[in-house]
């Protein structure tokens, strides 16, 4: 059986994910990172969005839970991955009630992708057009 996986990438991983492949768990030819489709150093699901993208997500789906609607340019953290720049915002800039989850903007998405595939950047279609076609291509 052939197994193809896209997974999420931070330095911090490295380790268990050459854990898997020692273990023969995984095959190294088989695993991409979405940091291959966002040509950055680490990346999670989120980043194939675009920053900005993905704080509309936010600020849509937590509109009436933050103090004020966040702009990209607010986000002033150097972290490669946008939850973690969003996780070092609501730290200084909490919510009025509830805290941040990630699978909400997921859930946000999921629910409203036909009236917000219209606003999702030709950048972000073209990363997950390219991964998709690198998965199929492992799996042939």
């Known amino acids: 059986m052939t197994i193809a996986t896209l997974i999420d990438s931070q330095t911090a991983d490295q380790k268990k994910i050459e854990g898997l492949y020692r273990e023969?768990?995984?095959?190294k030819a088989n695993v991409m990172t979405f940091a291959v489709f966002t040509r950055s150093a680490e990346a999670d699901i989120e980043d194939m969005f675009g920053a900005e993208f993905y704080v509309d997500l936010v600020n849509a789906e937590f509109e009436t839970q933050l103090a004020a609607p966040n702009d990209i340019k607010a986000l002033k953290s150097k972290e490669p991955r946008i939850l973690q720049r969003l996780e070092k915002?609501?730290?200084?800039?909490?919510?009025?009630?509830?805290?941040?989850s990630h699978y909400r903007p997921a859930r946000y998405?999921?629910?409203?992708?036909?009236?917000?595939?219209?606003?999702?950047?030709?950048?972000?279609k073209d990363s997950f057009e390219a991964a998709f076609q690198a998965l199929n291509a492992l799996l042939k």
């Open 89 to 100: 915002y609501f730290e200084e800039h909490p919510f009025k009630d509830g805290s941040f």
């Open 109 to 124: 998405f999921s629910e409203n992708s036909k009236k917000l595939a219209k606003k999702l950047p030709k950048e972000a």
């Open 24 to 27: 023969k768990l995984l095959k």
